[in-house]
């Protein structure tokens, strides 16, 4: 019992990352209504700034900070230079702009840093606690505690300010936001700069664990993506949600199910996603009723 | 006419290579209602669009006096033009609050003070949306939604209140609930309307003046009371524009 327990407790540690990737995705698609595949890049480059701040002594929480900052301002640029030429495109072009992005930062963050992997210091510590026969450890705790708070925040965001409620209505209704004197521009803008700001927060939340690479994030972004269609990507509860049950679903499938073991596990949360998109398409959480795409 | 609060000289608007509006004169005065009629086609979607700066064109256009050529469709709605667009615009995921509380996002800082009591004066003329304030507004009925989309269009205290096909898809005895109200929105929120309608009677009824339209032309305009016995607007609806 203990054990399965602490089975379900690391899953949902591996989990935490996935979700927090998830609300990234979620953020832009509530905020832009399309799916961003450079997501994680976006994140590991985020991660990247934060090393440099830290290897030139700046303190982690500022370090930390500091990225945020810079991350939205990337988001901010990227939505701004490069999506907006593609605005009434359609769909695929969208889609093919973030994946030329995912493989041009990949390339960049390759030159520049190599693909060397670096560690990256965990700003909780490498403290261990232990209850009930439990372990945890201080980098766990501290990711749960640094999701649920970047969630509460975009909850609140979008839910209870003024902000929200036009990014929101701009990703819902352009047109009739036009009419009600929203600049729709400035609004996708922003909402591409807070998903680029959550996505700092769970590079760091990963990059301790996976050790900081160029490709840190494209493994996990597949797996965010599984999270957001698991849970829902227009609930960011649901995004977050899904992310938690694929890093358990992966990890007991790996310790439980025979012939699962090692990489072989991650069979079980994609199967776990195509039988609940079989049965809700739009997701656990989700809405059926999407904004464009 | 008393002094105009829209004035607009020559507009011609273009779809691509196709040319939806030629040269449009079309004046609304302060506290006026103005029917736009015409058949579907006649361009009256386009002329609101335009107005409102979503739909670009050639010609003048003058708000208040001051030229409004080469603004935006956000900035045109902070200077004070609503539009209650076809369809109703609705943002079917957020409440009715949320939607009404966006139409008064736009407001300028000295009309900020007053939103509250604006909000609640929406909910006097629309008591309905004060039951369902908490709904998600695309479970509201058509009639609903399409008072959610003049409430919220009045959040923004409006100059110059442009309602496109009001009536579409509503139940006869709902629409003629509906211009009474709009009647009485030009008194108490002191706004001038130009309503775009098929439904001649029940627009020629409340409106002060009308434009008809054909062919993206101006065909007649003149006193809303002139077009009452009907003979002007059959030859436009049925497409014989002001030739015999």
């Known amino acids: ?293 | 006419m008393s002094e105009a609060l829209l004035e607009a000289r020559r507009l011609v608007a273009r779809y691509g290579s196709v040319e939806v509006l030629h040269e449009i004169d079309l004046g609304v005065a302060a506290g006026e209602i103005v029917a736009l009629l015409g058949a579907n086609g006649a361009g009256k979607t386009t002329l609101l669009r335009a107005i409102s700066r979503v739909v670009s064109t050639r010609g003048e256009m003058e708000l208040a006096g001051v030229s409004i050529v080469g603004w935006s469709g956000a900035r045109t709605a902070r200077a004070g033009v609503g539009h209650v667009p076809e369809g109703r615009g609705t943002f079917l995921d957020l409440t009715v609050a949320e939607n009404l509380r966006l139409g008064g996002l736009a407001r300028t800082r000295e009309q900020r003070s007053s939103a509250r009591t604006d909000l609640d004066q929406v909910y006097a003329t629309f008591p309905v949306l004060a039951d369902m304030r908490r709904r998600a507004a695309g479970l509201l009925s058509g009639g609903q939604q399409q008072m959610l989309a003049i409430g919220r269009a009045l959040m923004a205290r409006p100059r110059l209140l442009l309602i496109d096909e009001p009536s579409l898809g509503l139940a006869p005895m709902v629409t003629r609930q509906l211009f009474d109200t709009l009647a009485r929105i030009r008194d108490e929120w002191a706004t001038s309307l130009l309503i775009a309608e098929q439904n001649a009677r029940l627009s020629l009824h409340i409106a002060d003046r009308a434009v008809i339209l054909t062919g993206g032309r101006v065909a007649a305009a003149g006193p809303a009371a002139s077009f009452r016995d009907g003979d002007v607007i059959k030859r436009a609806y049925l497409g014989g524009g002001t030739r015999k």
């Open chain 1, 1 to 293: 019992m203990t054990e399965l327990l602490q089975q379900l407790l690391d899953g949902l540690s591996s989990g935490l990352v996935y979700g927090m990737l998830a609300l990234a995705l979620s953020v832009v698609f509530q905020g832009t209504g399309m799916l961003n595949f450079a997501q994680g890049e976006m994140a590991t480059l985020s991660a990247y700034a934060t090393l440099v701040l830290l290897l030139a002594g700046v303190p982690f929480w500022v370090a930390l900070g500091l990225a945020v900052l810079v991350s939205a301002a990337g988001g901010a640029l990227i939505e701004r230079v490069l999506v907006r030429r593609l605005e009434g495109a359609g769909e695929l072009p969208l889609l093919t702009m973030s994946v030329a992005l995912l493989l041009g930062l990949n390339a960049v963050m390759s030159i520049v840093w190599t693909t060397d992997p670096r560690t990256f210091p965990s700003p909780f510590g490498d403290g261990l606690m232990e209850a009930a026969g439990l372990r945890m450890t201080a980098q766990q705790v501290g990711s749960l505690i640094t999701l649920v708070a970047v969630m509460a925040a975009t909850a609140l965001l979008f839910n209870r300010t003024s902000v929200g409620l036009r990014l929101r209505a701009v990703a819902q209704n352009p047109a009739s936001a036009t009419l009600l004197g929203q600049h729709q521009g400035r609004w996708l803008m922003a909402g591409w700069a807070i998903a680029a700001a959550v996505g700092a927060f769970g590079a760091v939340v990963a990059a301790p664990v996976l050790t900081l690479t160029p490709g840190m994030m494209t493994f996990p972004l597949l797996l965010a993506l599984a999270a957001g269609t698991l849970g829902g990507l227009s609930s960011r509860v649901g995004a977050v949600v899904g992310g938690v049950l694929i890093g358990v679903a992966n990890n007991l499938a790996g310790r439980y199910v025979p012939g699962l073991d090692g990489d072989l596990a991650i069979v079980a949360p994609f199967a776990l996603t195509a039988v609940v998109v079989a049965l809700r398409p739009a997701g656990l959480l989700g809405r059926t009723r999407t904004v464009r795409v």
